[in-house]
């Protein structure tokens, strides 16, 4: 069965303080992993898709990672603005998207 | 929201009462997709559509049904409304250029509360 788990549940940081989260994932054939941003109140906004291990792609101060059984999302130097939960979804077989819970990113000035 | 709205944006309704949320989009994309979101987990589908009248049943789809009679509109109906189904609802559109890599894109959601 395709699953995601994204940890930790929730992470608070200082202004400047770097961390990753993580999405640990079991696929058959994966096809492509993807992380959105959340905000609240909102739908979740596209930040990546990721297709095979040692890609990455970045985006201002977010860099996403792929291994064969996880990704990373880096979080550089990060602002307030940054604060939102982050969401992890794979696509396998099946074509469907299968959503990890999320991490709750809270970035403190 | 890439071209996506949804309507209404919030409803308040009775048990045992029919519901119809509307999903429109204008970026003509083929595959379009009914999820919810609870507390504990992670979107979840509840339907989706990869044309006009072509529908497929997602992880949790008791108690719903779903059309699209148009490209841009796709229709999520409760039969009878139940305490379970309160819930924020999203829908997602993806492009059908290449199916096999496609992102989802979200509209802003429904937020949904069966008394």
């Known amino acids: 069965e395709d699953q995601v788990t994204q940890s930790p549940e929730a992470l608070r940081l200082q202004e400047g303080e770097s961390s990753s989260l993580n999405c640990s994932y079991t696929?058959?054939?994966?096809?492509?992993l993807f992380w959105y941003r959340q905000d609240p109140g909102k739908g979740p906004e596209f930040l990546f898709t990721?297709?095979?291990a040692g890609e990455e792609k970045e985006k201002e101060r977010l860099k996403a990672t792929l291994t064969k059984k996880e990704s990373f999302l880096h979080i550089t130097a990060p602002k307030p603005e940054d604060s939102a939960t982050y969401l992890c979804?794979?696509?396998?077989?099946?074509?469907?998207?299968?959503f990890g819970t999320g991490t709750r990113l809270q970035v403190f000035p | 929201d890439a071209g996506i709205t949804q309507s209404p944006r919030h409803k308040v309704t009775e048990t045992g009462t029919p519901v119809t949320l509307r999903c429109h989009q204008t970026?003509?994309?083929?595959?379009m997709y009914w999820y919810r979101q609870d507390p504990g987990h992670g979107l979840r589908l509840i339907h989706y559509?990869?044309?006009?009248?072509?529908?497929d049943k997602g992880e949790v789809s008791d108690g719903y049904s779903v059309s699209r009679s148009k490209t841009e509109d796709f229709l999520l109906t409760l039969e009878s409304a139940t305490s379970s189904q309160t819930s924020v609802y999203f829908c997602?559109?993806?492009?059908?250029?290449?199916?096999?890599?496609?992102?989802?894109?979200f509209g802003p959601g429904t937020r949904l509360t069966v008394t």
């Open positions: 559509s990869y044309g006009v009248k072509d529908t």
């Open positions: 696929v058959s054939g994966l096809r492509g």
């Open positions: 990721l297709y095979s």
């Open positions: 997602a559109i993806s492009d059908d250029r290449d199916p096999a890599y496609y992102e989802q894109y």
């Open positions: 970026e003509n994309h083929r595959y």
């Open positions: 979804a794979v696509q396998g077989g099946t074509d469907k998207l299968i």
